[in-house]
């Protein structure tokens, strides 16, 4: 189940990515070939651009492949592992619970703002690090019990 929900996030990732990437070639060549431009699709890109930022973090920290420093885990037992591998969880999770509730205040401000060249409202900017939040607190929590039910 884990890995199928990693694999449409990371879908998801993918298909964005591709969107980002044509939108910007439409834009160099409408700017250097025609002497034209979409003005829309820069803006576009950035947007794009944020939500695989943190829909990629979400995947990166369920896949545990954020940038670690194991110097002191290689000369500590391995139930010390264990116990701080329990307590950096659950810092994660208190971390993003302040990220997302401070995040709140910031989506409900810009919601009443549009963007410049295709306006739409900057709430669905905004929304991707709320959504992203929420996501990786509920990885975090589901890895602190599973990791309690495991006994490790």
């Not at 829909?55 to 139930?79: E, N, Q, T, W, Y």
Request: with cysteine.
């Amino acid at each position: 189940m884990e890995n199928k929900l990693l694999r449409i996030l990371e879908k998801i990732c993918g298909a964005l990515l591709c969107v980002m990437v044509t939108l910007l070639f439409i834009q160099v060549v409408t700017r250097y070939i025609f002497r034209g431009s979409v003005l829309w699709a820069g803006e576009m890109a950035v947007w794009i651009f944020a939500w695989i930022s943190f829909l990629g973090s979400v995947v990166l920290f369920a896949r545990k492949k954020h940038i670690v420093i194991d110097m002191l885990s290689a000369f500590l037992p391995k139930g010390v592992n264990d116990f701080l591998s329990k307590i950096n969880t659950l810092i994660v999770f208190v971390f993003f619970a302040i990220l997302f509730y401070y995040s709140i205040p910031v989506v409900a401000s810009y919601s009443n703002q549009t963007a410049t060249s295709i306006g739409v409202s900057k709430f669905y900017l905004f929304l991707s690090l709320p959504v992203a939040s929420v996501l990786i607190m509920a990885w975090s929590l589901y890895s602190f019990i599973k990791s309690i039910r495991r006994g490790e």
